[in-house]
Nanobody, 129 residues
Framework: VQLQAFGGGLVQAGGSLRLSCTASGRTASSYDMAWFRQTTGKEREFVGGCGPSGGDIEYGNSVKGRFTISRDKAKNTVYLQMNSLKPEDTAVYYC???????????????????????WGQGTLVTVSS
């Protein structure tokens, strides 16, 4: 599965951005898709993810209530709507895809980066104060 992410940029605190990630490949529609982010010197952080049908949505604690993930199955595209952005949201955002090997995920499984074997190129989001 190949991933292409778009939508990063510079925004003031309190503003909004929408990231998109399009997956291509024969089996892309059967993958979980997620967003992670990373800043220099820090570990990669889970932002949010969803299952192949757009369900099984999970969010990282730091973005709950502000970010919304959605999926357009027809376009094999996942979106991350980011509202009420804060300077601490500044990071490179990566989309990722993981093959769904079971009907149900265990609690927290969506957020495990080791599950994801395809990663996009990253898009920089900068939130100014």
């Amino acid at each position: 599965v190949q991933l292409q992410a778009f939508g990063g940029g510079l925004v003031q605190a309190g503003g909004s951005l929408r990231l998109s990630c399009t997956a291509s490949g024969r089996t892309a529609s059967s993958y979980d898709m997620a967003w992670f982010r990373q800043t220099t010197g820090k570990e990669r952080e889970f932002v949010g993810g969803c299952g192949p049908s757009g369900g099984d949505i999970e969010y990282g604690n730091s973005v709950k209530g502000r970010f919304t993930i959605s999926r357009d199955k027809a376009k094999n595209t996942v979106y991350l709507q980011m509202n009420s952005l804060k300077p601490e949201d500044t990071a490179v955002y990566y989309c990722a895809a993981a093959p769904r090997r079971s009907v149900f995920l265990t609690q927290g499984e969506m957020s495990k980066s080791w599950r994801y074997n395809s990663w996009g190129q990253g898009t920089l989001v900068t939130v100014s104060s």
